[in-house]
């Protein structure tokens, strides 16, 4: 059996890992605790300790001396660095006192337990005695990958600070003598339905699936790694950075191209994935890969849809984006009128025009699908709500937003990507058909008690239109249906019948009942009494019953 060791000052951090291990089924007996690095090195010397967890950022006595004590003093300790600070001075204190791994805070139950779990690993296989290399250098093999990540990443955000960690790049064979460097980036177009298909729905699995395919195509004189690229909507792009063995810059373009292309088709043998590639210029220092990694993501946006290669594949690339690019916002009035009044293929026939707009220039690239896309689902949702509509549907495309996230959003063609716009129309015309049929009962009973109430106002349709977010035939259609009457014809009738009841008062004159029911003029207020009764308000009057005269 096993005993642990958390050192950190932060109570609620050591009471979390304490719930998030897995302790039983790691073999440990013993979990303590120790609140900064002195009263650690304490219960070290005290106790026996097969595996500590050290907080790097601590009163007292730091992490990185701690590490360094400990190393001296308890080489057969293996430690796992824990810490709120992404800073490559404690990644390489790590890496010198041969960590097992190095996690940042928030600490995860998956991280947590795959680090003790590699700890376990390693003590077991130094009691096995199955070898001196695993105990002298499996650590530091654990701890490589995510290192040359961090690294990487820093280098194409332009981040990586040289001064400080020149040092590390020979670990990741950043500075191979006469090697080349390209960056380059896959787009995996069909990346949910995989998940859902061959991983059950695990994305971080299917993403370690996608990373391994990239890095392990094995040609001659090139290596490749491969890590989920920064800043990405779906994660659907990884970065590919790419060492290649000493060539001129002619040969590395090749073999750079030649290895993205066998990574998108062994992709797509082994896991059926739509990839699309970019790739970047050779750099001869590693450090200089951030212009290569911008032109690969500039490369992978300018893939134009509408130009195919002999097997289907998108494979021009134009650069340049269209002039007079076509207008969705230009056509949301005509796509929200249609969905009013229930025209789902009229407001169909509107996206397809606008897409036949983009068909005839020639030129469609990922990267204005990715903004036509963007666009089209925000309109639609700020319309969707105007009209009603329940919040959730503006809240959907969050998950993978500018890949359709959310609605199934995904396309390897421009065929592809029409029937995304029409599905996701389709989605949002369901949203207001069911607010309208759902919410007309209690509008058209407001309307309604809004002409009993105020008939002698100069009532206007807009005035419901622009309250309701309806279109004025939609409202009046729905009005008839419910009362058999249009709405001016109802306001017509309200004024008529209380025409009637007024006209029984003997006191009141035909003027000042024209004027109650909200005409102006005497002589217009006749003419319609009697278009409607078929006798002037006076003849009407004559023929009351004495009762009421």
């Known amino acids: ?125 130094k009691r096995r005695k199955e070898s001196e290399f695993i105990s002298r250098n499996i650590t530091l093999n654990m701890s490589l990958p995510k290192l040359k990540e961090k690294l990487y990443l820093s280098i194409i955000r332009r981040t990586f600070k040289a001064s400080a960690n020149e040092g590390l790049l020979p670990l990741i064979g950043g500075r191979t003598p006469g090697s080349r460097y390209a960056a380059g980036l896959v787009r995996i177009m069909n990346l949910d339905a995989i998940a859902r298909g061959r991983f059950n729905g695990d994305r971080d699995l299917l993403h370690f699936a996608v990373t391994n395919v990239i890095g392990g195509i094995g040609d001659d004189g090139i290596e490749g790694f491969s890590f989920a690229a920064p800043g990405t909507r779906g994660d659907r792009d990884f970065a590919v950075i790419l060492t290649i063995a000493p060539v001129s810059t002619g040969d590395a373009a090749y073999y750079s191209r030649r290895y993205m292309n066998r990574a998108a088709a062994a992709l797509k043998e082994l896991l059926g994935a739509a990839a699309f590639t970019g790739l970047g210029s050779p750099c001869g220092d590693c450090l200089e890969l951030a212009p290569s990694y911008e032109e690969a993501r500039t490369a992978l946006e300018g893939i134009n849809l509408l130009k195919r290669d002999g097997g289907g594949s998108p494979a021009a690339v134009d650069r340049k984006p269209a002039a007079d690019a076509p207008s969705l916002t230009a056509r949301m009035p005509l796509i929200r009128g249609a969905l009013e009044n229930g025209g789902l293929n009229q407001a169909k026939s509107v996206v397809g025009e606008y897409l036949k707009k983009w068909s005839d220039t020639g030129s469609f690239t990922l990267g204005d699908a990715d903004r036509a896309l963007r666009e089209f689902t925000i309109l639609l949702q700020d319309m969707t709500l105007e009209l009603g509509a329940s919040a959730d549907r503006g809240t959907r495309p969050a998950k993978n937003e500018g890949e359709g996230g959310g609605y199934g959003g995904e396309y390897a063609s421009f065929e592809e990507y029409e029937s995304l716009l029409y599905r996701i129309l389709e989605l949002h015309y369901g949203d207001v058909a069911r607010t309208s049929s759902g919410n007309a009962p209690e509008v058209l009973e407001q309307i309604k008690s809004y002409v009993d109430n105020r008939y002698y106002e100069d009532i206007k349709i807009s005035v419901f239109t622009d309250k309701y977010f309806l279109s004025r035939e939609y409202l009046m259609k729905l009005f008839k249906a419910r009362y058999g009457y249009g709405i001016h014809e109802y306001v017509q009738k309200v004024r008529m019948d209380k025409a009637k009841e007024l006209l029984g008062d003997p006191d009141l004159k035909i003027q000042e009942i024209s004027e109650m029911l909200g005409y102006r003029d005497k002589n217009y207020f006749s003419k319609a009494f009697r278009n409607y009764f078929d006798c002037s308000p006076s003849e009407y009057r004559s023929i009351l019953p004495t009762a009421q005269k």
Do not use: C, H
């Open 1 to 125: 059996m096993l005993n642990v060791l958390i050192i950190d000052d932060e109570e609620p951090l050591r009471e979390a890992i304490r719930i998030l291990g897995d302790w039983k089924s790691l073999g440990v007996e013993e979990v303590l605790e120790a609140v900064d690095g002195r009263s650690g090195l304490d219960m070290l010397r005290s106790r026996k300790i097969d595996i500590a967890l050290v907080d790097m950022k601590m009163p007292e006595l730091g992490g990185a001396e701690f590490l360094q004590i400990a190393e001296r003093e308890f080489p057969d300790l293996l430690t796992i660095v824990i810490s709120g600070y992404n800073d490559f001075e404690y990644t390489r204190q790590a890496i010198r006192s041969k960590v097992v791994d190095y996690l940042l805070k928030p600490v995860n139950r998956t991280d947590l337990n795959t680090a003790l779990r590699k700890a376990v690993d390693v003590l077991e296989a």
